[in-house]
């Protein structure tokens, strides 16, 4: 699905990701952790192809293709999705009107036929249910004056209907209190299947006990410095990311892990 | 200047009629103040963006006859199948008109016509603009014979809109037009207006609207005249207490369109509301400029303006408030956002207060810049590509200008226009 | 101001006159090319100077006074101003703080002036003032040990005629407005600094330390310029009203900023302002501008505005290098009879420029505040960036506060932000204030305060301090 190897990424001349190596397989959830400032969000804002974030080295496969020579809708019509930290406010742009154009704009690059919006707002209405979402969101302008817990459902929502190959989620978490955060795993478990693939950013476990993750990375200083199963993620909650910077290397962290 | 102010005082000359005693008066008065102020130039504050060099360039010839039925049917295809409780269709300096009956008792059409008040309202009114120095009202007023003219009686409601449709079949005229506008106490009405001349002329309209108490406006004008003409319009607006006038512009059009509004708020309660879309591509330059003088207590103001320039246009904003001594109060809101598309296209604009009472609410904001880039990523990254993208953020941009129309057939209709403009220019 | 008024300031003037003893170094009032030589010989200027002058007057005679917008000036004869007086005799002076007017001495009392500096401000004469020339004298020494130059304009069209010549009128051309033209034909002394490359001037610049800084007159002229690299912040002005008998000021500042430097310039303002009458006062007239010539030059102007009948002036940055950057914090307050119209120009030329204004005026009694401001974007200004936030706070029914900016932009990069706000003091804010136990003209004057702490921020810390005192005796009587 997904091959990322040794990946250098500068952002204004500063070199945030270092070297960073990933592989996620079809239907594999991989949750990526770590400190502030370790180049989690950057790793989110790479592959969905930002501008700004410089590739001086490496390379990113998605589905056997250059990801990195594909523009962002490009990337998304490939099936990628990133659900946003910070989704913006488009204010005067209808929710619905724009989900639907992006669906269509998806559905006829993949040769599909477009949805009419009687189609369309039935099955919008059914995913904002699932996601205990108010219909009346949808008649706003994207984003505009919607609380943290909104948009994120918002993101989610998207998520649902665009439905991509793979889903990168940027710390969905943020923001959200323990009932949020609970419908919104729940709607991302509802998407889990053999042939989607997710990447879960985050900074803290709780996440994880709602989406259990395949594997767990530790993202530090621009590395992948370790990676596990589940119980990574709760060696991380209970000594925090201290013990990351006593390790010197990378290898160092790995043993540790195992 | 002065080779301009000739040509111009002296066109179309062919259509004088007699306008009677004491019209020619007032013509006379007028046209020593042409002659005292003469046009304005660059160094006059107000025209400081705009400059008239391309009209002096041009030539005025006379008028000809023209073709009522193509007139109509050019009229009735620009407005299809809006609701109407009337058309009038003003070519050149030529009307025609088809209402309801509802407008029996209250519509004149021409100045010189005494019998149904053409003249009063003249009279009356003309020289309320007595303070400006700015030559082409004065000119208007030595030079206009006809106008759209009704008095709309104490409590009369007209639901559905009457409709202006602004024609021209000959080319490069230059074309005077005097309206005045009177609602009665309690009165309500709906005014649309369609400017679709073409060519290279010049078209002169003055406005002269008198809102009586809690009487109210929606007034609504299309600019959507060709790429070469020139249009001038001055708009003089009284309101009594507790009136309110909505008025909504949408300039999609012309290569100089320069309007300016001045609004009394006169009476206690009394409310102004301006929304503006400026749409400008190629060479257009669009100049609005909206003056409210709050003179009593309690009134509120609002004006709010949304600018879209591609290739080499140019908009100018100016909004002003003023608010008298003792106008308490008051609530003054402004706000002008701009978007430049191109290397080319240029804004300016220019939001004053001018407050000298206590107890006032007052505030502006103005912003120029252009596509946000994080919502374009956003869009982008959800599969719209670049075009697509752009249009959706440009739409959402102007969107809440043609959402102030309350009636949905006015403002599906409107955002159709606003669409179309939209996509040649992106 | 009423015909009366305006009538009974030309008279006092004339009564009083501008030159008090006829002797040799005093020219009669009025000018022409005769006086302006008399003033360049006087200051014993070299030919380019004299010459530079006159072509200033030449255009001048061709100008014409301002079209005033908001302003009530009332007509300033220029023919009866005495445009060079020799300083003053010792012996003329004040001899002791008993014969200055007791009602400044009240004054100094409120703002906490120390009375040693009371002497001064009050021009009593130099050998009776508790003496600050040997704290002036250490602090010059500082500045020659790092090679920055801080002396008069005098005194460096001397020194350093060639910093002068390459510099003088870059910034504020000869022929720039009617005030500035007759500036540059007739002005009698001001500053000049230099700040050699990568020097950081080790310590605030002020007038107030500046030897031969008494009587430089109506017509001043400062010249700053900070080589590549260097970094200044400069003091002009002070919180204590000064004694001064000129009635018009027209001052010219020029700053250059070249590659990585940086001006901040601070102003205090409290000249005369007139009485509650609106009777006399201190016409201020000036222009500031700004170059920031190299990349990533920073210009920064914060002026407290408290004096004066009338204050005229929009001090204003030219970001000619990419990535240079400008920045305008006014606080402006009117009262009485005041009026000001003030606020500043932010010319964006270079790429990545960036501008930041705040602009806070407040308005009592019969006081006129303007805000007057212009943000011009170059067809060359990629990604320029401004922002400007003014408000204006009404105190009292018969005041008035004014916005009028200007705002062109030629690129489609660049993004521009305005936002303007007018209120009155809130009676709920009053009402909270009066009901922990302050009285209304405290709770006014710590409103106030609230309002102008982001200008007050941008102040050095001492003046702050004293601007804030400057704006609570300002505010005197507004209320009730």
Known sequence: MLKIENLHVEVDGKEILKGLTLEVNPGEIHAVMGPNGAGKSTLGNVLAGRDGFEVTAGSIRFLGEDLLTLSPDERAIAGLFLAFQYPVAIPGVNNAYFLRTALNAQRTARGEPELDAMGFLKLAREQAGILDMDDKLLQRAVNDGFSGGEKKRNEILQMAILEPKLAVLDETDSGLDIDALRIVSQGVNRLRDPQRSMIVITHYQRLLDHIVPDVVHVLADGQIVASGDKSLAMKLEKEGYAWLKATKTASEALTLAS | MTALLNKLMHANESMNIDVGVGVEKLRQEAQKKVLQYGLPTLRDERWKYTSLKLLERREYPDSTDFDEAAAIQQANKIIGDLPSAGLVIFVGECCLLSLAPEWADSLSMLLSDASTGGQQALTADALVQDSSSDGFIWLNLTRATTGLIFNLPVDKSIEKPLHVVYLNQSNAQAWYLRHHWKLAGNSKLTIMEHQYYSGAGLGNIYRSIELGENSELNWLTVQQTGSEFVLLQHNHIQQQHNSLCKQLNLDLGARLARQETRVQLAEPEAGYRYAGLLLGQQRQHQDQHVQVNHEAVNCSSQQSYRTVLGGHARGVVNTAAKVATGADGSDVQQNTASMLLSNTAEMDAKPELEIYADEVVASHGATIGQLDEDAMFYLRSRGLNMDLARQMLVGGFVSNIVETIEADELRAYTEVLVRQQLEQML | ?480
Not at chain 3, 103 to 110: A, P, R
Request: charged share 25%.
């Open chain 3, 1 to 480: 101001m009423s015909n009366a008024q305006i009538e009974q300031i030309i008279e006092s003037r004339y009564k009083h006159g501008f030159v008090t003893d006829i002797d040799s170094d005093t020219v009669p009032p009025g000018l022409d090319e005769n006086v302006i030589r008399f003033i360049s010989a006087k200051k014993e200027e070299p030919e380019w100077l004299t010459e530079w002058r006159l072509e200033a007057y030449r255009h001048w005679l061709n100008m014409t006074p301002p079209d005033w917008a908001k302003l009530q000036v009332p007509g300033i004869d220029f023919q009866s101003i005495s445009y060079y007086s020799a300083p003053k005799k010792e012996s003329d002076k004040p001899q002791s703080l008993d014969e200055v007017d007791p009602k400044l001495l009240e004054t100094y009392d409120k703002l906490g002036v120390p009375l040693h500096e009371r002497a001064r401000l009050a021009g009593v004469a130099v050998d009776a003032v508790f003496d600050s020339v040997s704290v002036a004298t250490t602090f010059k020494d500082k500045l020659r040990d790092v090679g920055v130059i801080f002396c008069s304009f005098s005194e460096a069209a001397k020194t350093h005629p060639e910093l002068v010549k390459k510099y003088l009128g870059t910034v504020v051309p000869t022929s720039d407005n009617f005030f500035a033209a007759l500036n540059c034909a007739v002005f009698t002394d001001g500053s000049f600094v230099y700040i050699p490359k990568g020097v950081r001037c080790p310590m605030e610049l002020s007038t107030y330390f500046r030897i031969n800084a008494i009587n430089t007159g109506q017509f001043e002229r400062t010249l700053i310029i900070a080589d590549k690299g260097s970094y200044v912040s400069y003091l002009e002005g002070c919180t204590a009203p000064m004694r001064d008998e000129n009635q018009l000021h027209a001052a010219v500042v020029e700053l250059i900023a070249l590659e990585d430097a940086e001006i901040r310039y601070s102003t205090v303002q409290n000249w005369y302002p007139g009485d509650e009458n609106g009777k006399g006062g201190i016409y201020n007239f000036v222009t500031k501008r700004g170059d920031c010539q190299g990349d990533r030059a920073r210009i920064s102007w914060t002026q407290v505005e408290t004096g004066s009948a009338i204050t005229w002036k929009y001090p204003s940055c030219i970001l000619r290098g990419d990535d240079s950057s400008g920045e305008f914090y006014s606080v402006a307050l009117t009262h009485n009879y005041q009026q000001a119209d003030t606020g500043t120009k932010m010319i964006h030329l270079g790429k990545n420029t960036k501008s930041r204004i705040i602009s806070k005026g407040i308005s009592a009694g019969h006081g006129q505040n303007s805000y007057r401001g212009l943000v011009k974007v170059g067809k060359n200004a990629d990604h320029a960036r401004n922002f400007t936030q003014c408000d204006s706070l009404l105190i009292g029914k018969q005041c008035g506060a004014h916005t009028f900016p200007y705002i062109e932009s030629k690129n489609p990069s660049a993004k521009v932000e305005h936002e303007a706000t007018t209120s009155s003091i809130g009676e709920d804010q009053l009402f909270y204030c009066q009901s922990r136990g302050l009285d209304e003209e405290t709770a006014v004057a710590m409103i106030v305060n609230g309002f102008c702490k982001e200008v007050f921020q941008k102040l050095p810390m001492e003046f702050a301090v004293e601007a804030r005192a400057l704006l609570e005796v300002s505010l005197e009587g507004a209320v009730g």
